[in-house]
């Protein structure tokens, strides 16, 4: 595979810089972007980012970094496949790279000091994401965080990004959020000892519905790490003013509303060649 980068003419407007990355290889099976996939950075400053991603030896990249001043470099071509999803899964899909478009925003992290996500950030974030979803006709429910894609192993870009936001400027899904209350606490695999066992069948029941929104957890009944981890992805993404991974009646609504709001999400478009 080629690591010399590749000049090429930015996708979107909204790029203000091109620097390309080595680490691209063709979409497998020649199938059209479908995912737009959301990441923090977890590193220092943004121009320490996007060297790191145009680094042969990192074997990592994006299609594009937003800095915290809105600055916007374009690294891939969003036709070629980056490398920034890992081992992940969405809706039994498994090559995310190869259906995704990936934007890193800068930002240190939960390791570093996670903070909130600067203003003129998000606008380029959200104006980024407006363009990309309209030009590959990519659904709201596909627009996803890191952590739906991979809950055991990525927590980006975490609960502080605000796809309320970004969704009334007509990006990815949203609704609602019923609010976690203090006495609620949920069912979880850490239960004290005079909580009652959680019933398997409400278990199984949380988990089929996270499966049909197109999170890979077991519909076994248990509450399995899996399982705890993706309640939790869910709620950094639906209901984030409680991130516990525990499954509690707000989480549960929050759940059903969505999937009441968006009840056939879409599977990956079939193959097709690129354009
Ligand atoms: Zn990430």
């Given at each position: 595979m080629t690591t010399?980068?590749?000049?090429?003419?930015?996708?979107?407007?909204?790029?203000?810089?091109?620097?390309?990355?080595?680490?691209?290889?063709?979409?497998?099976?020649?199938?059209?972007?479908?995912?737009?996939?959301?990441?923090?950075?977890?590193?220092?400053?943004?121009?320490?980012?996007?060297?790191y991603l145009a680094r042969p030896d990192a074997k990592v990249s994006c299609?594009?970094?937003?800095?915290?001043?809105?600055?916007?470099?374009?690294?891939?071509?969003?036709?070629?496949?980056?490398?920034?999803?890992?081992?992940?899964?969405?809706?039994?899909?498994?090559d995310i790279n190869s259906l995704s478009i990936g934007i890193e925003?800068?930002?240190?992290?939960?390791?570093?000091?996670y903070h909130d996500f600067p203003e003129a950030q998000?606008?380029?974030?959200?104006?980024?994401?407006?363009?990309?979803?309209?030009?590959?006709?990519i659904p709201p429910e596909r627009v996803l965080a890191h952590s739906d894609v991979t809950p055991m192993r990525k927590i980006d870009?975490?609960?502080?990004?605000?796809?309320?936001?970004?969704?009334?400027?007509?990006v990815g899904a949203w609704v609602k959020p019923s609010p976690p209350h203090d006495d609620d606490l949920g069912l979880g695999p850490n239960l004290e000892s005079?909580?009652?066992?959680?019933?398997?069948?409400?278990?199984?029941?949380?988990?089929?519905?996270?499966?049909?929104?197109?999170?890979?957890?077991?519909?076994?009944?248990?509450?399995?790490?899996?399982t705890l981890k993706t309640v939790a992805a869910f709620q950094r993404h639906f209901r984030p003013a409680r991130v516990d991974g525990c499954l509690d009646l707000s989480t549960l609504a929050t759940l059903e509303r969505l999937l009441a709001a968006y009840p056939t999400p879409v599977a990956a478009a079939a193959p097709t060649a690129i354009a």
């Open positions: 010399k980068p590749t000049v090429f003419t930015p996708n979107s407007a909204i790029a203000t810089a091109v620097h390309p990355s080595p680490n691209i290889e063709p979409r497998r099976g020649g199938r059209p972007p479908n995912i737009l996939l959301l990441h923090y950075t977890g590193m220092r400053s943004g121009p320490l980012a996007v060297d299609h594009y970094v937003v800095d915290t001043d809105g600055t916007v470099t374009q690294m891939v071509a969003e036709s070629m496949r980056a490398w920034h999803a890992g081992v992940s899964s969405w809706h039994g899909e498994t925003i800068q930002n240190p992290g939960h390791e570093m000091g998000m606008r380029a974030v959200i104006a980024l994401c407006q363009d990309i979803v309209t030009r590959n006709a870009p975490g609960e502080k990004f605000n796809w309320q936001r970004l969704h009334r400027a007509h005079e909580t009652p066992a959680p019933p398997q069948a409400c278990i199984a029941a949380a988990q089929r519905l996270l499966h049909r929104y197109g999170y890979d957890v077991p519909c076994s009944g248990i509450y399995c790490e899996v």
